[in-house]
């Protein structure tokens, strides 16, 4: 018997175990394809281990649905943190520290805002018909007119398994620049397969590839399918630091499920 609990932020959501004690095996593969499998599990775009660490307030682990281990996950680390919150994990509010894959973030949480800080982005490649870089995860960014236009499921994955981006692949977003600050962003996520209602690296890697297009602009207002999130940095001579993403992570709820 596993108990788990279910988060989503913007409509990325995620099945959650307090793993402090060890006692899930993070390396079974079909056990948490299943788990996150939306007919025959839970049903989540990942799955999310918190674990302890000796320096920090916890580790995160985060699992695609397929059942891989995976790189950093922007609405994940928010929907962790708000986990670690709930379940009495994190004490200062204001300012927590977490382990991932991508290294050590830093956190705050208020009244179910989760703003999470992102590692900082020193390579970008920039291309004539689109944007590449790492924001923990690697990404894609093409420009559109308009992201309600775009095959994303079909355009993503042509994308995704390029010849450009073999072997591992990359996540592909979609940006339609508003008026202001206002973004407008789709992603085709790998290791998912699909287009997902929101992915945290991704509108982060939107942002910056958006400011490189206008730099009087370093504060985001980004809308994704499930909701708004904000984005914001500081440019240097030589990239982007003190990254953020802030958005809402709730709880949906709580529960036990058997496994053979």
């Known amino acids: 018997m596993i108990e788990f609990y279910k988060y989503q932020g913007t409509g990325n959501d995620f099945v959650l175990i307090d793993n402090r004690k060890g006692l899930f095996d993070g390396n079974n593969i079909d056990l948490i394809a299943k788990l996150c499998d939306r007919r025959f599990g839970i049903g989540g775009d990942g799955l999310m281990l918190l674990e302890d660490h000796d320096s920090y307030d916890f580790t995160m682990r985060y699992f695609n649905s397929d059942g891989r281990e995976a790189s950093m996950c922007g609405n994940g680390g928010r929907c962790i943190a708000a986990?670690?919150?709930?379940?009495?994990?994190?004490?200062?509010?204001?300012?927590?520290?977490?382990?991932?894959?991508d290294g050590l973030h830093h956190a705050s949480y208020n009244n179910g805002i989760v703003t999470l800080k992102m590692i900082d982005v020193n390579e970008v490649d920039q291309n004539e018909k689109y944007t590449f870089l790492d924001t923990g995860s690697p990404h894609h960014i093409s420009?559109?007119?308009s992201v309600s236009e775009v095959d994303i499921f079909n355009e993503g994955k042509r994308i995704r398994y390029s010849?450009?981006?073999?072997?591992?692949?990359?996540?592909?977003?979609?940006?339609?620049?508003?008026?202001?600050?206002a973004l407008k962003v789709r992603t085709y996520e790998r290791g998912v397969e699909?287009?997902?209602?929101?992915?945290?690296?991704?509108?982060v890697a939107s942002a910056i590839a958006a400011?490189?297009?206008n730099t009087a602009i370093s504060d985001f207002n980004i809308?994704?399918?499930g909701g708004q999130l904000r984005v914001f940095f500081t440019s240097t001579e030589h990239g982007f630091k003190d990254i953020w993403l802030e958005g809402p992570a709730t709880f949906v709820f709580k529960g036990s499920i058997e496994i053979e």
């Open 83 to 101: 986990f670690a919150v709930h379940i009495g994990v994190v004490k200062d509010l204001e300012n927590f520290t977490f382990m991932a894959v």
């Open 143 to 145: 420009f559109v007119s």
């Open 163 to 181: 010849d450009t981006y073999t072997p591992d692949g990359t996540n592909v977003n979609f940006v339609e620049i508003g008026n202001g600050n």
């Open 194 to 203: 699909d287009e997902t209602y929101a992915c945290g690296t991704g509108v």
């Open 211 to 213: 400011h490189l297009k």
């Open 223 to 225: 809308e994704v399918l």
